[in-house]
């Protein structure tokens, strides 16, 4: 029987393999990378691209062995340049690497946009907001107008920038200053009386009043002027 003599660029091709395999497996890194970036952004209804670039110093390693990813203290999600630290465990030959691994972010949704300028305090109406499809700075922006109407601005803001939901209030309904009726309730009673509330409220948020003998006491609110204190 006639044998075949295997050719030499096939065993080149046997011999380089694992070498190959080798820096196959960095793209598993790259990955681990990438998801562990897109799992700290949360969720996001939109699209979001994950870039990984080269390390700061050094060169990448072939193999990471249980890649260990954090975020440095101080970093800022959202989109643009992100820094993430790596550490991979020692191989078989007992090399290990660690290092900061530069990640570059790019959103895009639709979200929901000013469409005059408009100051702190201003109360929103349907017709102040729109939504536009396009590049946000971070993943926590507004994506739909429902229950945008009737909420306040904590600041200012500019046509055409985005809204978060930190941007917004829900309207005072205790101001500062205002004559609140007080109702003290406990089990099987209920006394009202009128104080001074002594700062700003919305509903269900906790707040001083000063009652009518001079003693400030602590409620919450349960509607337009009106406070419940626990006796």
């Not at 395999?21 to 790259?30: N, P, R, V």
């Not at 691209?49 to 890649?67: A, D, E, F, M, Q």
Request: charged fraction near 15%.
């Amino acid at each position: 029987m006639m044998r075949l003599a295997m050719p030499k660029w096939v065993s080149l091709v046997w011999l380089l393999f694992p070498v190959f395999l080798g820096a196959a497996e960095f793209g598993g890194f790259d990955g681990s990378v990438r998801q562990f970036v897109l799992d700290q952004l949360g969720s996001f209804p939109g699209q979001i691209t994950v870039s990984v670039l080269p390390p700061l110093y050094g060169l990448k390693p072939n193999r990471c062995v249980s890649p260990q990813l954090t975020l440095p203290s101080n970093a800022k999600l959202g989109a643009g340049r992100i820094l993430v630290s790596a550490r991979c465990d020692a191989d078989e030959n007992g090399r290990s690497w660690s290092g900061m691994v530069p990640v570059i972010v790019t959103l895009n949704a639709p979200h929901v946009v000013i469409r005059r300028t408009m100051n702190a305090g201003e109360t929103l109406t349907s017709a102040d907001v729109e939504i536009q499809n396009g590049a946000v700075t971070r993943p926590d922006v507004l994506t739909r107008l429902a229950d945008l109407d009737g909420k306040v601005l904590r600041q200012g803001v500019v046509a055409g920038q985005a809204l978060r939901p930190d941007m917004l209030r829900l309207p005072y309904i205790v101001l500062q200053g205002q004559t609140v009726q007080v109702q003290v309730m406990g089990e099987g009673f209920q006394v009202s009386t009128q104080g001074q509330a002594l700062a700003n409220a919305i509903m269900g948020q906790n707040v001083q009043v000063r009652a009518g003998t001079g003693r400030v006491l602590t409620g919450v609110v349960t509607g337009p002027g009106t406070i419940q204190v626990a006796p």
